[in-house]
C-alpha cells in the first residue's frame, strides 16, 4: 500500500514518454536519489529551525493553530519549499546534465521519478507511526500531490535547458513550493469546517496544470514521429 502508488505513477509518467523513453537504470537512480532527498529535506529542516530558534521568530514548521496566517507561513517555508528544492537538487545532481536529457519532456520524467521516491519512502514512514489508514489517505492525496508537484519542477526544468533562459527552473520550484504549502496548509488545519476542501481544490489545479504541462512537452519532443512512434 505505501510503495504501489508511487510505483504506479512512474510507469505511467513511463509510458507518456512515448517518443523518446529514458534508460530504466537512470530513472530508478532518480527514485532511488528522490529517496534521499527526503533526508536532505530533513537536514535543511533543522539548519532552519536552529535559526529561528536563534533569532526567535514566530514560526514553527508542520504548524497547525489558530494563527492562519504563521501556520500558512510554515507550510509554504517549512514544507513546501524545503521539500520541492531538495527534490529539484536530486534532479540537477543525477540527471540534468545527461546525455540523456535530451527533450523538455525528460525533465517531466526524471522529475516525477524523483518526486515519487521522496513520497515512497515518506509513505513507508507515516505508514509504519500511524498504520494503514494513513496509506489510505495518502494514496488518493499526498501521493499524486508529489507527482504534481514534481511534474510542475520538470516542466520547468526542461524549458530552462532547451530554451536558454534563465530562472525557469526556479520559477517551478517556487510554483510547486506555494502549491504544496497551501496544499499542507489545508490539510493541517482541516479543524476548521470544510478547510480540508481546499486541498482537494489544490490537488485539482495542480492536477490540471500538470496535464497541460504533459501534453505540452509531448507535443513539442523533437523525436516525435508523423505516425507517433519514435525514429
Avoid at 536532505?40 to 504548524?63: D, G, K, Q, S, W
Avoid at 508537484?149 to 506555494?178: D, E, P, R, T
Avoid at 490539510?187 to 485539482?204: D, E, P
Amino acid at each position: 500500500m505505501a510503495a504501489a502508488p508511487g510505483l504506479a505513477i512512474c510507469i505511467f509518467i513511463y509510458w507518456k514518454d512515448k517518443f523518446d523513453p529514458e534508460p530504466r537504470r537512470l530513472l530508478i537512480n532518480c527514485f532511488f536519489w528522490g529517496a534521499l532527498s527526503c533526508f536532505t529535506a530533513l537536514t535543511i529542516n533543522n539548519i532552519l529551525e536552529v535559526f529561528i530558534f536563534l533569532f526567535r521568530l514566530p514560526i514553527e514548521f508542520h504548524y497547525a493553530g489558530t494563527n492562519l496566517f504563521w501556520s500558512l507561513l510554515s507550510c509554504i517555508l517549512g514544507t513546501g519549499l524545503v521539500e520541492e528544492y531538495s527534490k529539484f537538487l536530486s534532479v540537477k545532481a543525477e540527471a540534468y546534465r545527461k546525455p540523456e536529457f535530451d527533450e523538455p519532456f525528460d525533465g517531466i520524467t526524471y522529475s516525477v521519478m524523483v518526486a515519487m521516491g521522496f513520497a515512497t519512502l515518506e509513505n513507508f514512514l507515516y505508514v509504519f507511526e500511524y498504520g494503514f489508514e494513513v496509506a489510505v489517505i495518502r494514496m488518493f492525496l499526498s501521493v499524486p500531490a508529489h507527482a504534481v508537484f514534481g511534474v510542475i519542477i520538470g516542466y520547468h526544468m526542461g524549458l530552462q535547458k532547451f530554451s536558454g533562459k534563465k530562472y525557469l527552473a526556479l520559477k517551478g520550484i517556487l510554483l510547486a513550493a506555494v502549491l504544496h504549502g497551501f496544499f499542507n496548509f489545508f490539510l493541517l488545519n482541516s479543524y476548521i469546517k470544510g478547510l480540508y476542501l481546499g486541498a482537494i481544490v489544490s490537488l485539482i489545479i495542480g492536477l490540471i496544470y500538470s496535464l497541460r504541462a504533459i501534453k505540452l512537452h509531448s507535443k513539442a519532443s523533437p523525436f516525435k514521429h508523423p505516425k507517433g512512434r519514435a525514429t
